[in-house]
């Protein structure tokens, strides 16, 4: 028997409900996945192509770098939990010798490549690259907090001490005005690119150093023994020096213009006479890899959060301005290839 006409209507108007509400339901759901498809693309946990972004990205290099590359390692696979990134501080030099023969993804330097001996060898190994400027850097100068009379030492003071067959072995050496105290002296390695900028800009010829002092490639073991001798001196980057300001005193530096310390401005503007910039040379290989890209990519996008963080000279707006073109640019050239 068949229903009576009113509930065939009734009936008829909840099927019709029943299939609006299915409608909106399925658009909203719809919605919801296209704007967190989205987000996750912005946040870098998904590829522009909608698949996880995974993979791994080496890197060796400067032991001055190697903080910030550290800190920049964990803050982009916090957002991109499939991916790793390996950080090894084997010294400019050392990165370099391993970049050049196909071991890292990018190379951490805190010196332009040597285009002699190393640019030759990775011409010759058919590796190509591309160098980002990452952030600056001032050369710290620094002495035990015992030490209360080397508060500026002279660029001329500073040869005097580390130049090749030096026999500065005590402060008085250095100035008649300063104590009768033992000098001892702590440095970088010669893999290192402090090494390599220092004597260049402060013997006049990079590599050019007095050798009787305790090297390190770790700038850990050079804090610690200059903390550990009243009369130690040493150098390595700003961040280890700003990191240790409670174990160690900062020298200023006066290169015939006053003494300047070494801090964001006057590294940023020069003024501190051994200030230099930072570099990533990445191999234009692994460019090709949307990880790597994107890697760089973050640290460009948040470039002055994590020199905070670990304690850097942030790039100038300049500088990073030419660093993004230069992204965009070898973005389109991966693609070509």
Known sequence: MAPPHGARL????????????????????????????????????????????????TA??????????????????????????TVGISGTGGGFT?????ETDISDASRKINQATEAKACRDAGINYIAFATANDGISIVV?????????????????????????????????????????????????????????????RARASRTDYQASEDDNVLVQGVSGERGGLGYFGLSYALENQSRL?????????????????????????????LFMYVKKSSFKRTEVQKFIQY???????????????????????????LWKYAVLNAKKT
């Open 60 to 85: 060796d290099g400067s032991s001055t770098l190697g903080p910030y590359v550290t800190a920049a390692a964990e803050a982009f696979q916090k957002k991109n939990p499939n991916t790793r990134v």
């Open 10 to 57: 009734a009936g008829e108007r909840i099927n019709h409900e029943r299939e609006a509400f299915d409608m909106r339901f399925r658009r909203t759901a719809g919605l919801l996945a296209t704007v967190a498809a989205g987000a996750a693309v912005a946040a870098g946990t998904v590829s522009a192509g909608g698949s996880v972004l995974t993979g791994t990205i």
């Open 98 to 102: 391993r970049f050049c023969k196909g």
């Open 299 to 325: 640290i460009l996008s948040n470039e002055k959060a994590i020199a905070t963080k670990a304690k850097f000279v942030p790039l100038t707006p300049t500088q990073l301005k030419n660093a993004k073109r």
């Open 249 to 277: 005193n900062i020298v200023r530096i006066d290169k015939g213009s006053g003494c300047v310390t070494p801090n964001n401005r006057t590294v940023q503007n020069r003024t501190y006479p051994i200030s230099r910039g």
């Open 144 to 204: 035990n907090q015992q030490n209360t009379w080397a508060t500026c030492l002279t660029m001329a003071e500073l040869k005097k001490i580390w130049e090749p067959g030096s026999k500065v072995n005590n402060w008085n050496d250095i100035r008649p005005s300063f104590p009768n105290q033992s000098l001892r002296l702590f440095g970088p390695g010669t893999d290192s690119g402090t090494f390599d900028f220092f004597t260049e800009h402060v013997n006049g």
